[in-house]
Structures are given as C-alpha cells and as structure tokens.
C-alpha cells in the first residue's frame, strides 16, 4: 500500500534572519493558511507532522484544529541554514543557485544541499514507515522541500525552488520500497488570489 505524503511550504511570513525558529506569518500568510486548510481537509489527511519552526507550525495548524489531531514536531523538517547568520551574501540568489549546481558545497557554518537532503530523507524515510499506507501533512520549507524532491529526480533544482510559492502544497505518492510513484501539485496560485 502507498504512502502520501503532503508537503506543505509555509505561508508568508517577514523575512527576518535574527528570529529565524520563531517568525510567526504575516497577515497574508494566515489567510492563504485558512486556505490550505480547506485544501486538505479534503484530502482526509490522517496525520500531521512539522518542522520545528513557527511559521511552519502555524500553516498547518488550522488543519490540525479540524481533524483534531496533534501536529507532531520533527525538527529535521527544519530549514536549511544557508550559512552562518551574520554571515553576508551580495547576491543571495547567486549563492543559492551555487549550492543547487554544487550539492556537496556550503557555505560558513551553513549546510551543503546533500546535509539538506540527507537530514530530510532521513525524517520522510521514518514518516512514511511510522505511518504506512496513510496520508500525512508535513509543515516544511522549500528550500529542504526541493532538496527532499531532488532525492527522487534530478529535475528539482534551483529553478524548480525558485518557481515555488509561499504557501505551496506537493502530494506525493511513495510505495513500499520507497520510490516515487506519484507526484502531485495541489496549490493552484491563479486560484487563489
């Protein structure tokens, strides 16, 4: 039986780096979060998991209210730390469209997108045999969400992250060998303006 698996990119928040765990979403990011609620709720998801970071947390909580179901915290799911904090990037898409094109590259005190991969891999590996032949909501952030994708198929690169939006939601279906047999965008953007 296959597993599914819904990523959930996080809703907007304001860009900050000093409270990177504890960013809460902006006005906009709580209403396109009522609106991934009512996505999923369709969807019968079974269970609710997220990364530790507040934004995240908060994208997925309206679906955890309505099913009534604990949102289970796996900070693996977190996002990648690009460099060190302080650390200061002249041209920031450059930077990350070289860590993309160089996987096992990073920068001071950040991680290289295979670190990013591995730490995602490892988590959706343990999601998918805890919860088998279920589907589960996992509150993530699209720069290890595409690492995590980049796993099954090459063609989820720097473009492909670049194109993803705040919020954003990915069925994807994973057999019991783990392989990718299904992969599904549900966030429609020229619907939800």
């Not at 780096?17 to 996505?39: F, M, Y």
Request: proline residues 2%; negative net charge; hydrophobic residues 35%.
């Amino acid at each position: 039986m296959d597993t599914e698996i819904y990523f959930v990119r996080h809703a907007h928040s304001v860009f900050s780096l000093d409270n990177e765990e504890t960013r809460e979403l902006s006005e906009k990011g709580w209403a396109d979060a009522h609106k991934i609620t009512d996505i999923l709720i369709k969807e019968n998801i079974e269970h609710i998991i997220s990364s530790s970071y507040v934004r995240a947390k908060q994208t997925v909580e309206g679906l955890s209210k309505r099913i009534h179901k604990e949102i289970e915290v796996d900070s693996r799911f977190r996002e990648r730390d690009l460099a060190a904090r302080d650390y200061h990037f002249q041209r920031p898409m450059e930077a990350m469209k070289y860590v993309f094109d160089n996987p096992h590259f990073k920068y001071p005190h950040g991680e290289s997108n295979h670190e990013v991969q591995q730490r995602g891999i490892y988590g959706l590996r343990d999601a998918v045999s805890k919860y088998h032949g279920k589907k589960v909501a996992i509150g993530i952030h699209g720069n290890i969400m595409t690492c995590i994708f980049n796993y099954f198929d090459e063609k989820f690169d720097f473009d492909f992250w670049n194109m993803t939006t705040k919020p954003d939601i990915y069925k994807l279906t994973i057999d019991k060998h783990f392989n990718l047999v299904g992969f599904e965008r549900l966030w429609k953007v020229e619907s939800m303006k």
